[in-house]
């Protein structure tokens, strides 16, 4: 059989190595100028010159982001269903309240329309997600938010690089959190980044660092969230990498797109007018027997796959206790129907030709 397709595979190379290696004769490895220099070049590369704070995780971005705009107990914050439990765990963690919203069924993102239906007297922000790396409807949340009085955040973990309308993810919300997960568009090692306002910047940098600035003047109640400069040093050089990993992601988009058109029974993902598309995960609906599929791909074709995700958020034990009974129908559509293939971009021609032929065969034995 032919060698296995990883549904995802990061790419670390040489100079990652190095740049590691400086950091550790330097003796010099906790949080420092490789974290200072990661947040400047992140902010110009990514965000149109936003400011950045570098955390340890993607989550810790989320956690820290929301608690230094003002989230806490008696708030409600809408969130999404349909995405990494990290988005709603984070709002949980502030003594705020997720409130769980369908999705639009075109690209996965939270519907501004059901955003709109959810809003109470208690909701104090929005926190949708660019699922996938496709930018959600930020026109439309921004006028929610303005009409309201809300405040609208991004969870954009999975869409650097991403755009709308030549507005930068990252850039719409008062604050946005990139994950550097090692499976996503970009990495170093474990990690966060935070792009936000100047106000909410400030006190993500506080929060990160037990709310000190000044050494021993602490100001409030923080964390230790900081990144080290080893990890700094690796996000450093991904940072260079990143906008040609992302032209290869979508070039083999679009390689898949044209093949899997023509395949009855397959959804290829479609793109919104004016949107940059990042492919984190290229995902594709099924109308039947989703699991067969991903079994026989994985089996006959020795081709991985993902599914994400298989459980919405409200109805995992740790968070369904905040949805009581609710329904969301195209969250349950879509967690029934969705397949994510090999996009990353270490694919080969003939990669990309075995996954084309291998998803018409299976969906073809299964009609
Ligand atoms: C990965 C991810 C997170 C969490 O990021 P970590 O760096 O793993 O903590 C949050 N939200 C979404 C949508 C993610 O994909």
Same mark, same amino acid.
């Given at each position: 059989m032919n060698d296995f397709i990883p549904p995802a595979k990061p790419i670390i190379g040489d100079e990652e190595r190095a740049a590691v290696d400086a950091v550790l004769r330097s003796g010099m490895i906790a949080q420092g100028p490789q974290v200072k220099a990661f947040e400047e070049e992140f902010s110009a590369a990514l965000v149109q010159g936003r400011e950045c704070v570098a955390v340890n995780s993607g989550t810790a971005g989320l956690h820290l982001g929301l608690l230094a705009a003002g989230i806490g107990p008696g708030d409600e914050v809408i969130v999404p269903s349909f995405t990494f439990a990290a988005t709603a765990n984070s709002v949980a963690l502030t003594g705020a309240t997720p409130v769980f919203v369908d999705i639009e069924p075109d690209y996965f993102c939270l519907d501004p329309r059901a955003a709109r239906a959810a809003i109470t007297e208690r909701t104090a922000a929005i926190l949708p997600v660019h699922l996938y790396g496709h930018p959600y409807d930020a026109p439309a949340f921004e006028s929610i938010a303005a009409e309201h009085g809300i405040k609208l955040f991004e969870d954009a973990a999975q869409a650097h690089g991403a755009s709308l309308q030549g507005r930068s993810v990252g850039t719409f919300g008062q604050f946005a959190m990139f994950s550097l997960y090692p499976t996503k568009n970009m990495t170093s090692g474990e990690g966060g980044m935070v792009s936000a306002t100047s106000e909410i910047a400030h006190n993500v940098r506080l929060l990160r660092n037990q709310g000190m600035e000044r050494q021993y003047a602490n100001e409030l109640? +923080?964390?230790?969230?900081?990144?080290?400069?080893?990890h700094a040093s690796i996000g450093r050089v991904q940072l260079t990498k990143v906008g040609g990993w992302t032209k290869k992601r979508q070039d083999n988009a679009a390689y898949l797109t044209r093949y899997l058109s023509e395949v009855d029974g397959v959804t290829p993902p479609p793109v919104a007018p +004016?949107?940059?598309?990042?492919?984190?995960?290229?995902t594709i609906r099924v109308e039947q027997d989703r699991d067969r599929i991903v079994k026989a791909l994985r089996e006959e074709y020795n081709v991985g796959s993902g599914v994400y995700y298989p459980i919405p958020n409200h109805r995992l034990a740790s968070l369904e206790k905040f949805a009581p009974g609710l329904d969301l129908p195209e969250t349950e559509r879509a967690a029934a129907q969705v397949i994510s293939l090999p996009v990353h971009p270490s694919l080969s021609e003939s990669d990309l030709e075995r996954i084309v032929t291998a998803v018409a065969a299976v969906a073809k034995a299964g009609a």
């Open positions: 109640v +923080g964390f230790n969230a900081r990144m080290t400069d080893i +004016g949107a940059v598309h990042v492919y984190h995960q290229y």
